[in-house]
């Protein structure tokens, strides 16, 4: 059984820091890319993030370049989310899954695999 469990979200103010984990099990982890996705109140799913465990080759959107960073740890088969100067529009429920990229495009949903997601709040 495919299972994906983020942990990590809170509230922390503008300009702060959080850190996401993804634990990931019942699939083969290297076979992958996982990113991160988020959705707000009203607002569609964003892809934000994506990494392909088999290379470490990596994306971000626009919206986080130079702010997030995402890695991966195949012996644990977890990735995390390393955001920085966080700001309030990045309010969301954020939540990992198997993904791709398109360059200039975005980060999309590969399948409908999906953890429960968590909750980051920035206030301002």
């Not at 059984?1 to 083969?28: D, H, P």
């Not at 982890?29 to 996982?34: M, P, Q, S, T």
């Not at 920085?84 to 993904?99: F, G, R, W």
Request: aromatic share 10%; net charge negative; with cysteine.
């Amino acid at each position: 059984e495919v299972q994906l469990v983020e942990s990590g979200g809170g509230l922390v103010q503008a300009g702060g820091s959080l850190r996401l984990s993804c634990a990931a099990s019942g699939f083969t982890f290297d076979d992958y890319a996982i990113g991160w996705f988020r959705q707000a109140p009203g607002k569609e799913t964003e892809g934000v993030s994506c990494i392909r465990n088999s290379d470490g080759s990596k994306y971000n959107v626009d919206s986080v370049k130079g702010r997030f960073t995402i890695s991966s740890d195949n012996a644990k088969n977890t990735v995390s989310l390393q955001m920085n100067s966080l700001k309030p529009e990045d309010t969301a429920v954020y939540y990992c899954a198997p993904c791709y990229w398109v360059v200039g495009v975005g980060v999309f949903l590969e399948s409908d695999y999906r953890g429960q997601g968590t909750q980051v709040t920035v206030s301002s």
